[in-house]
């Protein structure tokens, strides 16, 4: 069990709504005789509390707790940058669909003190690591945690490229790109393009054609610790980018290699106790209520 002392706060910078529930965090866990740090992001927009700050990058080292305030997007940008310090992550909603930041600022208080005592649960949210490599040097390297995508640019322009995975030749697609993503990011852009929902605890990726020029084209879902290897064809004419978390960019190239495969750090993500994954689904997708409610 772990017991916080300093915690780090992470939010959407020209945020009202996150400048709001920061206002109500911060004196929160202050009168709790906690440590608060203030990601530099945000610092600017609460001059009159004199926080301490730091990038989020350096959160992982002095913080016992990390809690993002914000959407999904500031929470896969802290993700990227704390996985690798093992450092708990909690999230409180003021975005979207919210599939990874999931207390409501309505229940700020009242949720933030039952992780403080103690009660919550720990998933282990596994991410991927990708790079881009021209006549054997790399040229670009990143980190996502929803999803690793291959898309031609700015013009929608279809491109051609072969995949292989674990060493061996799948098949050579003409499409749009490619989505690569973890069952975190099953609930994303890969749900969008027609892939399968994945329960977070599987460890498995899915890789989504996009627009793919064929019909037998499906989704494919692979094991978690398999290595995929993309080659981009001499007949691709569109600029085509890969993409993390659709928040890192590399240009790529025909004749690129793409090598994307799990990292060895995963994300460390709190929920309370009542978390439970379907009912975030119901919610966060229309699904509706049991029958006879």
């Not at 930041?101 to 229940?107: A, G, K, R, Y």
């Not at 692979?222 to 590399?250: E, F, M, W, Y």
Request: proline share 7%; glycine share 10%; aromatic share 6%.
């Amino acid at each position: 069990m772990d017991y916080f002392k300093r915690v780090g706060l992470v939010g959407r910078h020209g945020s009202a709504p996150v400048v709001a529930s920061l206002r109500t965090l911060i004196p929160f866990l202050q009168a709790r005789g906690l440590d608060v740090v203030l990601d530099s992001a945000v610092a600017d927009l609460l001059p009159d509390l004199a926080l301490p700050e730091c990038p989020v990058e350096d959160m992982g080292q002095g913080c016992d707790l990390v809690v993002v305030v914000g959407g999904d997007g500031s929470m896969l940008r802290a993700a990227r940058a704390l996985a690798p310090f093992q450092v708990p992550v909690l999230g409180i909603n003021r975005g979207n669909l919210g599939f990874l930041t999931d207390i409501l600022p309505s229940e700020i208080e009242q949720q933030v003190e039952e992780v403080l005592a103690g009660r919550y649960r720990v998933e282990s949210r596994f991410m991927l690591e990708a790079a881009v490599s021209r006549e054997g040097e790399r040229i670009g390297e990143g980190r996502a945690m929803n999803e690793v995508m291959l898309h031609p640019g700015e013009t929608a322009r279809m491109m051609v490229f072969a995949l292989y995975i674990d060493g061996e030749f799948v098949y050579n697609q003409r499409s749009d790109g490619l989505i690569m993503a973890t069952p975190t990011g099953s609930t994303a852009y890969a749900l969008s393009a027609g892939g399968p929902i994945m329960h977070p605890h599987l460890d498995a990726m899915v890789l989504v054609p996009m627009f793919p020029h064929t019909l037998s084209s499906r989704p494919i879902v692979v094991d978690g610790n398999a290595r995929l290897k993309l080659v981009l064809g001499a007949q691709t004419s569109a600029s085509p980018h890969l993409s993390c978390d659709s928040q890192q960019l590399i240009p790529c190239e025909p004749g690129d290699e793409i090598s994307v495969h799990k990292s060895p750090h995963p994300l460390r993500l709190v929920h309370p106790l009542n978390y439970n994954f379907y009912e975030t689904c119901r919610s966060k997708l229309g699904w509706g209520t049991k029958l006879g409610e």
